[in-house]
């Protein structure tokens, strides 16, 4: 149904660099491969919004350093999976754990405080549909702004840190621009840059591509790319853009109504989809 896609891009000078030494990145070292337990596990989680059920009783688990991709039509639930990961919003019924800690209760069975969201919450960093980016700082100053807060960094460190992070997306010449300066698709890459000076052990990018056009979003697109094959990160997405999904993932999981109706490798779904559901979606959206 797709033409396969090599696994493997070429690099800018900027990541091929990052390649060459990992460490420059400063990301936490995930070996998938040292344990067993999963980066991010729901288990019979729904949510509802008043009367709308938008995930019912969903299981999933993500191991640590795998890159899962959700896919599916627009109000299947994927972008609330995401938001619940990152406790913007809470689970009507169910539980999600990060490395084996609830975000929804604690050893007794009580509410997580607010104190203990934000550190649980802490492992990971999201990458909205919009930008978000503070119009009267910098780009500089809105990256050194949360590791400042959040991380306690000093000022040297984290403008360290930052500039690292914008030599990996490419953009190290834009520290002192303003974020009305750049583009849609330069925003964007500062936006991922931004997620990852907090060094989050996952990383959850929602639609980060729906604003932009063509050519911007291949810029963004080409960071993500080259983030999941430098560093050892989790990677949770919600694209539509049906080619990344299959080079990026190792594993891809379709949504309809709120439930996964199928997952499976790459080569799998597209190749040889088994859910008469996911045929009809890959169907419309490789056609259209």
């Known amino acids: 149904m797709l033409k396969p896609m090599p696994r493997v891009m070429s690099a800018s000078p900027v990541v091929q660099?990052?390649?060459n030494d990992p460490e420059r990145a400063r990301m936490p070292s995930v070996d998938p491969n040292r344990s067993p337990t999963p980066a991010v596990q729901f288990t019979r989680v729904s949510k509802a919004f008043g009367p709308s059920q938008v995930l019912i009783d969903l299981d999933l688990d993500i191991m640590p350093g795998e890159k899962v991709t959700l896919i599916g039509p627009?109000?299947?639930?994927?972008t609330t999976v995401l938001r619940l990961a990152m406790t913007l919003e809470r689970p009507t019924s169910g539980d999600i754990r990060l490395f084996g800690e609830s975000i929804v209760c604690d050893d007794?069975?009580?509410p997580r405080s607010s104190?203990?969201?934000a550190r649980i919450r802490n492992r990971c960093g999201m990458v909205f549909q919009q930008f978000n980016l503070?119009?009267?700082m910098t780009v500089l100053d809105n990256l050194v702004l949360?590791?400042?807060t959040v991380l306690k960094l000093d000022k040297e460190k984290s403008e360290e840190l930052a500039m690292e992070h914008l030599r990996l997306v490419g953009l190290s010449q834009k520290a002192k621009a303003y974020p009305g300066?750049?583009?849609?698709?330069?925003?964007q890459r500062i936006a991922i840059a931004r997620a990852l000076a907090l060094r989050p052990e996952i990383l959850l990018l929602d639609e980060i591509t729906s604003s932009l056009d063509p050519e911007l979003a291949g810029e963004v697109l080409d960071v993500i790319r080259n983030v999941a094959r430098v560093m050892k990160i989790t990677l949770l997405i919600v694209t539509h853009e049906m080619r990344f999904a299959r080079e990026v993932s190792d594993r891809i999981a379709m949504f309809d109504g709120g439930r996964i109706v199928e997952q499976g490798s790459p080569e799998q779904i597209f190749g040889?989809?088994?859910s008469e559901r996911t045929k009809a979606f890959l169907q419309s959206v490789l056609n259209h």
Do not use: C, V, Y
């Open 17 to 19: 660099r990052a390649i």
């Open 74 to 78: 627009s109000g299947s639930g994927k």
């Open 108 to 110: 007794k069975g009580l």
């Open 115 to 117: 104190r203990d969201e």
């Open 134 to 136: 503070f119009p009267h």
């Open 146 to 148: 949360a590791p400042r």
């Open 181 to 187: 300066q750049l583009s849609g698709g330069q925003q």
């Open 272 to 274: 040889n989809p088994r």
